[in-house]
């Protein structure tokens, strides 16, 4: 936030009359500067302050200039946290701000499950909720708090739908696809791991591997699975005849 131009000073840190008035309720320069910088940054960002080492000083002064207080050197953290409290209820009373509790927490894990299921992914569903956050005049929570919901809200939303796809399957087919997902003993990782990796050379040795893949597919879902017939055609070799590598017409 350093080297902030006129512009941002005007746009970000400027009290109304009113701000200013509910400023200079508190007592001592130091106290009026912090309710300033507190007031403004909730205003802009939706969140308060909590090291006030990261407010660029230019800010701090320009507040005190519209408050007709001395400038500083430097804003010093509040000596007693009481105090602190007492004056940041006050702004989130002024700007008619509310904190974020139980009750907002329902009403955003609504609104994010309905973004959810229409595709939003995690990373462009913080920041959607952040804004609703915002534009209800909530506090938001801190970072890690948001991500964690968000988290919880994404894994909910994908859960469901599995469940909803599953309860779809016949059972017989449920039952394969949990063959395939679970580790048999003796095994570190399950069919599906093992279906999953990546096909090397086109060679008769790494050609007998993928064809005993799709016969474990073809044992564990029978029917289910039908390749086309062009397809079961070029691969129809057996391992024992992989290793003749004639030209057929």
């Avoid at 507040?63 to 430097?74: E, H, I």
């Avoid at 609504?110 to 992914?121: K, V």
Wanted: contains cysteine; charged residues 25%; hydrophobic residues 40%.
């Amino acid at each position: 936030m350093a080297g902030l131009t006129e512009d941002d000073l005007t746009r970000g840190w400027s009290l109304a009359p009113d701000d200013a008035a509910e400023v200079l309720r508190a007592r001592g320069t130091e106290h009026r500067l912090r309710c300033a910088v507190q007031l403004c940054t909730l205003r802009a960002t939706g969140r308060f302050v909590a090291d006030y080492r990261h407010v660029p000083i230019e800010a701090v002064n320009h507040l005190a200039a519209q408050l007709g207080l001395d400038p500083l050197l430097f804003l010093p953290d509040p000596e007693r946290p009481a105090t602190e409290s007492a004056q940041l209820h006050r702004i989130r009373q002024h700007l008619g701000w509310h904190e974020f509790d139980a009750a907002a927490e329902r009403g955003l894990r609504i609104r994010l499950q309905e973004r959810a299921a229409e595709g939003m992914t995690p990373g462009p569903l913080l920041a959607h909720a952040e804004d609703l956050l915002r534009t209800a005049r909530v506090i938001l929570p801190a970072t890690s708090t948001l991500e964690r919901l968000v988290a919880s809200v994404a894994a909910h939303v994908v859960q469901d739908l599995f469940d909803r796809i599953a309860s779809g399957l016949p059972e017989h087919l449920r039952d394969a696809i949990e063959d395939m997902v679970d580790v048999p003993n003796g095994e570190h990782r399950s069919p599906l791991a093992h279906l999953k990796d990546p096909p090397s050379a086109a060679r008769a040795p790494a050609i007998a591997a993928r064809l005993a893949k799709f016969d474990l597919l073809d044992g564990l879902l029978g029917s289910e699975v039908d390749l086309p017939p062009r397809r079961r055609s070029c691969c129809s070799t057996s391992p024992s005849s992989a290793g003749d590598t004639t030209p057929r017409p």
